[in-house]
């Protein structure tokens, strides 16, 4: 699976829109972008995935770049219960493959 | 969305002790799951690959006699950390996939074990 880069820590007001960017330089063209949290002492929450379009749920919204590498998860109004761990994940879309987890973008939502 | 439970929520044991973790997929069926760990401030580190009725797949460093794993169906794979340490003390989590889709991985709530 393809590294990716997330920024160690981004901080947040309460109530405006939080943008995570991630690269994912080496990402080869079957690839899905996966992302998802960790609260505190909790399991891993899924978010969203993508392969090349946009993708928007009830959670977030997922850009992904033209050339797909790097992407940016978007949190369009960010409460106190969004703060987390960020885990932004490449990897091909089999059941038998694993997550391989980085070190995450640690998101501080502020009042 | 799918949902994936863990039983025990946490477990606290004497060292020599064994202990058992289900891990169970609530209204979905689940060919492969996975068992992660995970220490204070660090991230999720696989430990193995559970595919329904055969073998787990064990990552490098993982003691496959240490920490049993057992898929025997469909929806429940369970971890047994044989012989327990005051080391082996983490987070532990499962995960499974659905199959369908891009088989998305679905995560459990967590099992925190601690030895005494």
């Known amino acids: ?111 | 969305g799918a949902v994936v439970s863990q039983h025990p929520s946490r477990v606290i044991c004497k060292s020599g002790t064994s202990v058992k973790i289900e891990c169970r997929s609530l209204d979905f069926q689940a060919t492969t799951m996975f068992w992660y760990r995970q220490f204070p401030k660090q991230s999720l580190m696989l430990m193995a690959t559970s595919n329904e009725g055969s073998k787990a797949t064990y990552e490098q460093g993982v003691e496959k006699d240490k920490f049993l794993i057992n898929h025997a169906s469909l929806t429940l794979s369970t971890l047994t950390v044989t012989s327990a340490h005051p080391e082996d003390s983490s987070f532990y989590i499962c995960s499974a996939s659905t199959d369908r889709g891009t088989d998305t991985q679905y995560f459990g709530p967590g099992t925190r074990l601690t030895v005494l």
């Open chain 1, 1 to 111: 699976d393809a590294k990716t880069t997330q920024p160690t820590s981004m901080d947040c007001a309460e109530g405006r829109a939080a943008n995570l960017p991630c690269n994912h330089s080496t990402i080869s063209g079957n690839e899905y972008v996966y992302w998802y949290r960790q609260i505190h002492s909790q399991g891993p929450q899924y978010i969203i995935h993508g392969l090349k379009n946009n993708e928007t749920n009830e959670m977030a919204s997922l850009i992904i770049t033209e050339d797909r590498k790097s992407s940016t998860l978007i949190l369009p109004h960010a409460t106190l219960r969004d703060t987390a761990v960020y885990y932004c994940i490449v990897r091909l879309p089999n059941a038998g493959n694993m997550l391989t987890f980085g070190g995450g973008t640690r998101l501080m939502v502020k009042p």
